[in-house]
C-alpha cells in the first residue's frame, strides 16, 4: 500500500521550531524527488522545499535560510526542520513524493504558529 505519513505538526510560539517527518511506504522511496508544500486558509498550495533523489535542495524564498530539508533513504523518510516560526507560516503541510510517471501526496499535518 503506497502511503506518506506526515507528523510533528502542531502548535507553536513565534520563534520557535519545528521538524515535520515524512514516512513513505509502498514505494522506491531513492527515485523519488521528495517535497514538502503547505497551504494556508484561503490560498493556493505552494511549495516550501524539495530534495531531488540526487540530494540537490530547492526552497521557497520565504523559508529559505531558515529551513532544511532532508532525506533518509534507508528510513524512507524526509524531514522538514523550520525555525524562527512565524504566524505566517501556519498552514496545513504536505508531503509529495515525485517521479517520472506519478506524484503522491500525503494527507498533510497542521502547523500553527501562535502565542
Known amino acids: 500500500q503506497v502511503q506518506l505519513v506526515e507528523s510533528g505538526g502542531g502548535l507553536v510560539q513565534p520563534g520557535g521550531f519545528l521538524r515535520l517527518s515524512c514516512a513513505a511506504s509502498g514505494i522506491s522511496f531513492s527515485f523519488y524527488t521528495m517535497g514538502w508544500y503547505r497551504q494556508a486558509p484561503g490560498k493556493q498550495r505552494e511549495l516550501v522545499a524539495e530534495?531531488?533523489?540526487?540530494?540537490?535542495?530547492n526552497y521557497a524564498d520565504s523559508v529559505k535560510g531558515r529551513s532544511t530539508i532532508s532525506r533518509d533513504n534507508a528510513k524512507n523518510t524526509v524531514y522538514l526542520q523550520m525555525t524562527s516560526l512565524k504566524p505566517d507560516d501556519t498552514a496545513v503541510y504536505f508531503c509529495?513524493?515525485?517521479?517520472?510517471?506519478?506524484?503522491?501526496w500525503g494527507r498533510g499535518t497542521q502547523v500553527t504558529v501562535s502565542s
Open positions: 509529495s513524493a515525485r517521479s517520472v510517471t506519478r506524484d503522491l
Open positions: 530534495i531531488t533523489t540526487a540530494g540537490s535542495t
